[in-house]
C-alpha cells in the first residue's frame, strides 16, 4: 500500500529563516513524488515534481529514495510563503495519462514577520 | 478560462439521502478525477475517468459512483449518506497521455450530512 506521511501539522517560522517540511513515504515501486500547496481562499495548486527538479518560488525538494523522503526546503521564508503543503505521490507507470494521487495530510507553515 | 467549475459550492443533506456533484474540466482536458477531503486530512483519491471510462478507482465503497459525459464534464454520485461522508469534494481535470500530466484542482464542493 502506498503511504505519505507529514510529521508536522503545523511549522511555524520566523521570516528570513530557513523551512524544512517534511515528507515520508511508502511505496513498493518508483513513486513519483510532488509537493502540493493551497494558499488561503485559493485551490490546490502543483508546486513542483521531484522529476523537474526544478525551484519554484525558491522552494526546493530533493528525493532520498534510501530514506524514502521528499522534504520542502527554502532558505529564507516570505511571509507570501503562509499556506498549507501538501506531499503527494503517484506511482509511476499506472498506465499513460494515469496520475492517481496519495496525498499526506498537510501541513500548515505559518511565516511570523 | 475559468478553470475547472464545481457546482454546487455548499450542500446540506441528511443521513440515507442521496447527492450528485458536478464538474466541468478545463477546456481541452479529457480526464477528470475526484477526491475526498475530510475536515484535517489530505484529498483522497476516489475515481478516474477519460473518454467516459473508468480508468482509476480508489478505497471507496459502492455507494459512491460517477460517470463522465461525451463534453468531459462529471458527475459524482453518492448514496446513503452517512455522517462520515460530509467532506470537500475536489475534481480535477488534466490532459491524458504519455508523460506527465498536471492535475489542475477545482474550489470543491462542500457536502456536509445532517
Known amino acids: 500500500a502506498q503511504r505519505v506521511t507529514q510529521p508536522e501539522k503545523l511549522l511555524s517560522v520566523f521570516k528570513g529563516a530557513p523551512v524544512e517540511l517534511k515528507c515520508n513515504y511508502s511505496?513498493?515501486?518508483?513513486?513519483?513524488l510532488f509537493w502540493y500547496v493551497q494558499y488561503s481562499r485559493q485551490r490546490l495548486q502543483l508546486l513542483l515534481r521531484h522529476i523537474s527538479r526544478e525551484s519554484i518560488k525558491g522552494f526546493t525538494a530533493d528525493l532520498n529514495k534510501g530514506e524514502t523522503s521528499f522534504h520542502l526546503k527554502k532558505p529564507f521564508a516570505q511571509e507570501e510563503d503562509s499556506a498549507m503543503y501538501y506531499c503527494a505521490l503517484s506511482g509511476l507507470g499506472s498506465g499513460a495519462g494515469s496520475y492517481q494521487l496519495t496525498f499526506g495530510k498537510g501541513t500548515k507553515l505559518s511565516v511570523i514577520p | 478560462d475559468a478553470g475547472v467549475t464545481q457546482s454546487p459550492t455548499h450542500l446540506i443533506k441528511t443521513r440515507g439521502q442521496q447527492v450528485t456533484l458536478r464538474c466541468s474540466p478545463i477546456s481541452g482536458h479529457k480526464s477528470v478525477s475526484w477526491y475526498q477531503q475530510v475536515l484535517g486530512q489530505g484529498p483522497q483519491f476516489i475515481f478516474q475517468y477519460y473518454e467516459k471510462e473508468e480508468r482509476g478507482r480508489g478505497n471507496f465503497p459502492d455507494r459512491f459512483s460517477a460517470r463522465q459525459f461525451p463534453n468531459y464534464s462529471s458527475e459524482l454520485n453518492v448514496n446513503a449518506l452517512l455522517l462520515g461522508d460530509s467532506a470537500l469534494y475536489l475534481c480535477?481535470?488534466?490532459?491524458w497521455g504519455q508523460g506527465f500530466n498536471e492535475q489542475f484542482f477545482g474550489p470543491g464542493t462542500r457536502l456536509t450530512v445532517l
Open positions: 511505496y513498493s515501486g518508483s513513486p513519483e
Open positions: 480535477a481535470s488534466s490532459l
